[in-house]
């Protein structure tokens, strides 16, 4: 497995996505979405999991933590729930039918759920699984060790853990009870500060 076998949908609908998270993001918010999709496909591909959409998992991913930043943000809903909506209005644009921008938003909301089954929502579980990995570092030895490090090295973690334990604490505080004040109290500031693939080098 290395980190050329995946390419990003060329589709509308995945280049706008992309688009927008690299207007919004900070560099290590966009590293992490970005290989939050390379590990889901990483998954996807050795648990053998078939029928995946892989532009609905893409773009989902790409799209996971939108709703984190400060212009979507909202006053109600949980971060997941907010981002997830915005990924309805963008596949809406990109033509995608009603059907399936429902799934964008299920499968965004679901990545935070504490588990999914891949029955269910093979993609939500992927990018749960694949979410899991990069923010709690779950699953960190599943992958080949040269893939993560060739990911890590084009896609380095940056500040991630200072700004996801910043941006998901803020969340937990004002919405008590969204999955954002469960993951807080799960103790995502210590899974962050002693992620394994934080000593990862790249090749």
Avoid: C
Avoid at 10 to 23: E, G, V, W, Y
Avoid at 81 to 91: D, N, Q
Avoid at 149 to 157: E, G, W
């Amino acid at each position: 497995m290395q980190l050329d076998d995946f390419t990003a949908p060329d589709t509308q609908a995945a280049r706008t996505a992309f688009d927008l998270a690299s207007s919004y993001h900070s560099p290590a918010v966009l590293n992490h979405v970005v290989r939050s999709w390379l590990w889901a496909e990483a998954f996807a591909l050795i648990e053998d999991r078939r029928g995946v959409d892989h532009e609905l998992l893409y773009t989902s991913a790409v799209l996971h933590d939108i709703g984190l930043v400060p212009a979507f943000d909202n006053v109600a809903l949980s971060y997941e729930e907010a981002g997830g909506h915005v990924a309805v209005a963008l596949t809406a644009g990109a033509g995608w039918a009603p059907e399936r921008r429902q799934r964008a938003l299920e499968v965004i909301v679901r990545h935070n759920w504490p588990s999914v089954d891949p029955a269910m929502d093979v993609e939500g579980y992927l990018l749960e699984v694949a979410t899991g990995l990069d923010i709690s570092g779950a699953r960190s030895d599943v992958l080949p060790r040269d893939f993560v490090r060739q990911v890590l090295a084009a896609y380095p973690r940056l500040s991630l853990a200072e700004e996801f334990t910043a941006s998901v604490t803020d969340q937990g505080r004002r919405k008590p009870t969204t999955a954002a004040q469960r993951i807080v109290r799960g103790g995502v500031a210590g899974k962050l500060a002693r992620h394994p693939l934080e000593a990862v080098a790249g090749p």
